[in-house]
T-cell receptor
């Protein structure tokens, strides 16, 4: 079945450091890929998405590129801020654009220190 | 426009008791999903409603869990009787079919079974 493997945390960085959170997936067909973020005390928010191979999703300085050849969707940010401290989840929809359930990774807790 | 809301935000019950979680989706969204995150692991799908019908309940762990969506508006998830392993955060999401069926998540209900 479909699965998402996400870099285990927790991850602690200093402000302005470079961030990479690895995500790889297994899926049949043509999935859409997502990064969701959960800030303390809040619900899950969509951070960015990509619907087909080689697409790059970006938002709030975060980027991730849909790499079909390596089945990866790694999240990157060039300079993290304290306000980026949150839990990050990689997810896929097995059929792009469909009303199907999402498959999530285990989440990565990021703490950014001033 | 109001987002997805969930009630209660926290619930602490004893093993064997009954708990009912409620989710109010974004108005007009036909798709409603329940997910669960247990013990800091991945977020797992429980079930999917389309309007008042259960489209997919393959993720429901056992018959102690009962979900309803009367009238196709809000949904309830009842756990009866609750067991220790039911502890976790229960998320609800809704989607309206547009913009690639993006799912919008609520803040979650944290359930603790003692």
């Amino acid at each position: 079945g479909d699965s998402v493997t996400q870099m285990e945390g927790p991850v602690t960085l200093s402000e302005e450091a470079f961030l990479t959170i690895n995500c790889t997936y297994t899926a049949t067909g043509y999935p859409s890929l997502f990064w969701y973020v959960q800030y303390p005390g809040e619900g899950l928010q969509l951070l960015l998405k990509a619907t087909k191979a080689d697409d790059k999703g970006s938002n709030k300085g975060f980027e991730a590129t849909y790499r079909k050849e390596t089945t990866s969707f790694h999240l990157e940010k060039g300079s993290v801020q304290v306000s980026d401290s949150a839990v990050y989840f990689c997810a896929l929809n097995p059929r792009s654009g469909s009303a199907r359930q999402l498959t999530f990774g285990s989440g990565t807790q990021l703490t950014v220190l001033p | 426009e109001a987002g997805v809301t969930q009630f209660p935000s926290h619930s602490v019950i004893e093993k064997g008791q009954t708990v009912t979680l409620r989710c109010d989706p974004i108005s007009g969204h036909d798709n409603l999903y329940w997910y669960r995150r247990v013990m800091g692991k991945e977020i797992k799908f429980l079930l999917h409603f389309v309007k008042e019908s259960k489209q997919d309940e393959s993720g429901m762990p056992n018959n102690r869990f009962l979900a309803e969506r009367t009238g196709g508006t809000y949904s309830t998830l009842k756990v009866q009787p609750a067991e220790l392993e039911d502890s976790g955060v229960y998320f609800c999401a809704s989607s309206g079919g547009g913009a690639g069926n993006e799912q919008f998540f609520g803040p979650g209900t944290r359930l603790t079974v003692l």
